[in-house]
Nanobody, 125 residues
C-alpha cells in the first residue's frame, strides 16, 4: 500500500526556516514523481515543486524558487522540503503527493493520485 506521511510543520517567525519531511512507504521515490503542494484557507491548492525521478530533475514554482529546496534521504525513503526566508504568505497546510512515472504537469494536483495528510505551517510577522 502506498502511503505518504508529512511532518515538520509548525509555527515560525517571518524570515525563519522549517524543514518538512515526506516519508514514503509501499514504494520508493526513485521511479516516481513526488510533489509538494500547499493550500491556504480559502484558496486553491498550489503546486510548489516536483522531484521528478524519471528525468532526474527537480522543479520549483516561481513562488518558491530560491527559497525552498527539495532533498532526499534514500535510506529513509524520505523527501524533504527545506523552506527558508519564510513569509506570512507561506502560511498554509503543506502536502506531499506522489505518482509513478513521469509527471506531465508538475504543479497540477490532478497528476498525483497519492497524497499525505498534510502538515500545518504558520508564519507570523
Amino acid at each position: 500500500e502506498v502511503q505518504l506521511v508529512e511532518s515538520g510543520g509548525g509555527l515560525v517567525q517571518a524570515g525563519g526556516s522549517l524543514r518538512l519531511s515526506c516519508t514514503l512507504s509501499g514504494f520508493t521515490y526513485e521511479s516516481w514523481g513526488v510533489g509538494w503542494f500547499r493550500q491556504a484557507p480559502g484558496k486553491e491548492r498550489e503546486g510548489l515543486s516536483c522531484l521528478s525521478s524519471p528525468d532526474g530533475k527537480t522543479y520549483y514554482s516561481y513562488a518558491v524558487k530560491g527559497r525552498f529546496t527539495v532533498s532526499t534521504d534514500k535510506d529513509k525513503n524520505t523527501v524533504f522540503l527545506q523552506m527558508d526566508n519564510l513569509k506570512p504568505t507561506d502560511t498554509a497546510v503543506y502536502f506531499c503527493a506522489a505518482e509513478v512515472g513521469l509527471i506531465a504537469n508538475y504543479y497540477s494536483d490532478y497528476e498525483y493520485k497519492n497524497w499525505g495528510q498534510g502538515t500545518q505551517v504558520t508564519v507570523y510577522s
